[in-house]
């Protein structure tokens, strides 16, 4: 999803890219990372590879580790000897989830979840190996017309449901992966014209709501009555991994970069929604 928003924003630019699935190149493998920053020669390397499976991540932690974790430590060694620079994509799970106050990037870390301890690991990594040259840009609650995702879930569901409950007591920044992508490229931009430094980032929108109000928002861009949605708790919906009850991150570490933080979240998904829109009944129309 976020991947493919990257590449376009690349191929809007005109710059070059090269894209590799899960088929093409084994992150976890020395071996073939090597082989393909040899054959390519990149100036930047976006890494968008992740287990994403927050679930299943507690019971395949060393799985989910591999990707998460040791991906990123191949792919940091990798640009240690080509030079080229990284771009690390991380997550807001890295965090204990109860604050108070938006994360600031050199907040304390406190995973709870297996999905957060290898995500931090894979952050750790890149940033020992790569100091000068490793950017980690953590970011949550991603939706985007290239995937599976809740605007895109809850588009289908308002047409079959008469109510939806929705949790109320989860605090976060909905955030457009067009938005992402777009900073992720002025990032690696800056990196090479030697304008920012490697460090980590927050590539979250701007403002905060919960799931609620989130599913509220989209409910009245379709034109459907915000009412039909109802609160609920956490408790209602208990999963493996426990969800952070706050994932509001700071965006102090722009500064001084020339690249401003990411707008408000309503912006966003109000200049997002006819795509999603259209990704959403595409999908319905084909059947899949």
Known sequence: MLAQDVLGRLAADGTAAVATTRADLDITDPDAVRAALAEHRPAVIVNCAGWTDVDGAEEQEEDALAVNGTGPRVLAEACKESGSVLLH???????AGDGAQPYTEDA???PRSAYGRTKLAGERAVLDILPGAGHVVRTAWLYGAGGPNFVRTMIRLEAVKDTLDVVDDQRGQPTWTVDLA???VRLGQGALAGTVKGGVR????GGATTWFGFTREIFRLLGADPERVRPTTSEAFVRPAPR??????????WRGTGIEPIRDWRAALAEAFPTLLEAERDMG???R
């Open 108 to 110: 304390p870390t406190g």
């Open 244 to 253: 952070p009850s706050y994932s509001v991150l700071g965006h102090e570490a």
């Open 182 to 184: 777009d900073r992720l």
């Open 89 to 95: 994509v991380s997550t807001d799970y890295v965090f």
């Open 285 to 287: 129309a084909t059947g």
């Open 202 to 205: 927050h590539g979250t929108s």
